[in-house]
């Protein structure tokens, strides 16, 4: 299965990657293979999971947490 990876196509907005330009998967030198064994394991290579705040709260409550590690409580709104 082919690694999609989404590019900017307006020219006229900032961070424009040409059509031309290789994948960032072949500009890291990773192979398709090499990414999808990265990337569905990585929860366990670095020991926590990864997503959007109310992602990871999902998660920790699906597997009974009490915490997901590199979680923040969210800092008080400047006085």
């Not at 006229?12 to 999808?36: A, C, H, M, V, Y």
């Not at 999971?49 to 597997?63: C, D, E, I, M, P």
């Amino acid at each position: 299965m082919p690694v999609q990876i989404v590019r900017q196509i307006r020219q006229d907005k900032r961070g424009f990657i040409s059509p031309n330009t290789p994948s960032i998967i072949q500009r890291l030198g990773l192979t398709d293979e090499d990414w999808l064994a990265f990337s569905t394991g990585i929860e366990n290579q670095f020991s926590h999971s990864v997503g959007q705040r109310f992602q990871l709260q999902t998660y920790a409550k699906n597997h009974q947490l009490k915490r997901v590690k590199g979680l923040r409580k969210p800092s008080a709104p400047p006085a």
